[in-house]
């Protein structure tokens, strides 16, 4: 069935991706395509200072997911506890914080993925961002993902002058990261940078 595969190599300043094989006409100045179009674009420049992702999202690792988040086997939270808990202990931040769900993607699956991963590895995540309902992301088509409105609230701000970590499964456009990361920076994060699971 396959196993996880990590990402190794030369990756992009950005977002992670591996750049190994890709033509260079699809990489510019260590950063992929996505990464150098955000930050042409004045209102994203600079937004996501850096995304770190361990694995490649695929065959395996998307199963894995939709076990853990879609069936309720919480106990799958363990398995990366060790790679979280080495990655963050070499890491300087201030604030942890996961991307949440909305109250009614919460209810349906009873636990927020991104916040038990970080507790299975002894985490102390800090869960000051809330999230407005919208339809889910893996519905939506990339274009519609990129022009979505902000879906993030800051329940108290605890960020001001301070190096945050977000905290997510899956990097897939960014989106989700960078709504999150420009509400951080527009009340006054000094940088915010995030951590992931898998790159798809």
């Given at each position: 069935?396959?196993?996880?595969?990590?990402?190794?190599?030369?990756?992009?300043?950005?977002?992670?991706?591996?750049?190994?094989?890709?033509?260079?006409?699809?990489?510019?100045?260590?950063?992929?395509?996505?990464?150098?179009?955000?930050?042409?674009?004045?209102?994203?420049?600079?937004?996501?200072?850096?995304?770190?992702?361990?694995?490649?999202?695929?065959?395996?690792?998307?199963?894995?997911?939709?076990?853990?988040?879609?069936?309720?086997?919480?106990?799958?939270?363990?398995?990366?506890?060790?790679?979280?808990?080495?990655?963050?202990?070499?890491?300087?931040?201030?604030?942890?914080?996961?991307?949440?769900?909305?109250?009614?993607?919460?209810?349906?699956?009873?636990?927020?993925?991104?916040?038990?991963?970080?507790?299975?590895?002894?985490?102390?995540?800090s869960?000051?961002?809330?999230r407005?309902?919208?339809?889910?992301?893996?519905?939506?088509?990339?274009?519609?993902?990129?022009?979505?409105?902000?879906?993030?609230?800051?329940?108290?701000?605890?960020?001001?002058?301070?190096?945050?970590?977000?905290?997510?499964?899956?990097?897939?456009?960014?989106?989700?990261?960078?709504?999150a990361?420009?509400?951080?920076?527009?009340?006054?994060?000094a940088?915010?940078?995030?951590?992931?699971?898998?790159?798809?």
């Amino acid at each position: 069935m396959g196993k996880l595969e990590e990402i190794v190599g030369k990756r992009c300043n950005g977002c992670s991706r591996p750049l190994d094989g890709l033509p260079s006409n699809l990489v510019k100045e260590a950063l992929c395509l996505d990464c150098h179009r955000w930050e042409q674009d004045s209102d994203w420049k600079g937004i996501l200072d850096h995304n770190h992702s361990f694995f490649h999202y695929n065959d395996f690792m998307k199963d894995y997911l939709a076990r853990y988040k879609y069936r309720g086997d919480y106990a799958l939270a363990q398995a990366f506890s060790h790679t979280i808990k080495l990655y963050l202990a070499k890491r300087k931040y201030d604030i942890i914080i996961p991307i949440p769900l909305n109250d009614e993607r919460l209810y349906e699956r009873g636990f927020n993925q991104s916040t038990a991963l970080l507790e299975k590895a002894e985490v102390r995540p800090s869960n000051i961002l809330t999230r407005s309902h919208s339809e889910k992301q893996s519905k939506k088509t990339r274009s519609e993902r990129l022009c979505q409105e902000q879906v993030f609230q800051l329940t108290e701000n605890v960020v001001k002058e301070k190096a945050i970590l977000l905290f997510d499964d899956i990097y897939t456009t960014g989106t989700t990261l960078r709504q999150a990361a420009k509400l951080i920076k527009e009340a006054g994060a000094a940088e915010v940078s995030s951590l992931t699971l898998a790159r798809g």
